[in-house]
């Protein structure tokens, strides 16, 4: 069932780069669950929380109601992305990491910000 917001337009709920962030931060959950408890409120907080502000940016600026506004918090997703991305790569070069599998996390966290400039890039030429 395709779900509608207060201004009849389709739910950010629709949007495959919602729905891929989505699947990122649970990846990215499952992935610091095997983190060590050291890092319980280090890089394990701060990548889960990178990995849900761009869900929920991209669900926030949706639903405010302006192209531009829109963007912005796209763009605010966007940069949370790049900071999820450089976390990863801190995670990689740790020794508790070397065993750990990336490729799933690395190909969706690609797709996220492929999907997010292409929708940026979009929505500014529409105006």
Known sequence: MET???NNKKSYKDLTVWKK???LSVEIYTLTG???DSEKFGLSSQ???A???????IAEGSGRGSKKDFCHF???????????ETQIEIAKLLPFS???DYNNIDNLLTEVLKMLYALI???????
């Open 47 to 49: 990548m889960s929380r």
């Open 51 to 57: 990995a849900i502000s761009i869900a929920s940016n």
């Open 98 to 100: 070397k065993n750990l």
């Open 21 to 23: 962030s989505i699947q």
């Open 121 to 127: 890039n979009s929505l500014a030429s529409s105006n």
């Open 74 to 84: 796209l763009r605010i997703a966007l940069g949370s992305a790049n900071e999820l």
């Open 4 to 6: 509608q917001n207060v």
């Open 34 to 36: 095997n983190f060590p």
